[in-house]
C-alpha cells in the first residue's frame, strides 16, 4: 500500500503540471493575433477572450486542488514516518477523509467552470486512475 500511495503521490506532480498556467496574457496570444490579422471580428474575438479566461481559471483551480493534494498527503506521510503505525485504520480514515474533500472541491470546479468531471482516487493501480474524467 505504502510504495503503491508514494508513487501514486510523485505521479501528482506530472498530473498537476499539465495544469500549470501562469500567464493570461500567453494563454491569449493566439486571439489576438488572430484579431490582428483580420481573421476573426470583434465579437468573435471577444468570445474567445471570454472562454479563454473561464479555461484559464479553471486550470488554475484544479492546479491549486492538485497542488494541495501533494501537500496534504506529504504532510500525512511525514505525521506517520517515524512511528510504527498502531492504527492502520486512522491512516486509511485521514487519507480517505483527504480524498473525500478534494472530491468535493473537484465537483465545486466542475459546477463553477462545466467542462470535464474529475475523479480524485489516490490508490489508483495507475496514472491515469489517480484523476481519471467520468
Known sequence: MKKMLL????????????YRVNDYHNFNSNARNFLLR?????N????KIKKNYTQFNKMVNLF???????????????????RFIVDRNKL???IENTE???????EDNFKVYGGDKFKFNIFGLS??????KE
Open 100 to 106: 473525500k474533500n478534494i472530491n468535493k472541491k473537484l
Open 92 to 94: 486509511l480514515d485521514d
Open 7 to 18: 508513487e501514486n503521490i510523485i505521479n501528482l506532480n506530472f498530473i498537476k503540471n499539465r
Open 64 to 82: 491549486n486542488i492538485l497542488n494541495s493534494v501533494e501537500g496534504l498527503f506529504r504532510e500525512i506521510l511525514e505525521r506517520y514516518k517515524n
Open 44 to 47: 468573435a474575438f471577444e468570445i
Open 38 to 42: 483580420n481573421r476573426i471580428t470583434e
Open 127 to 132: 496514472r491515469s486512475e489517480v484523476l481519471k
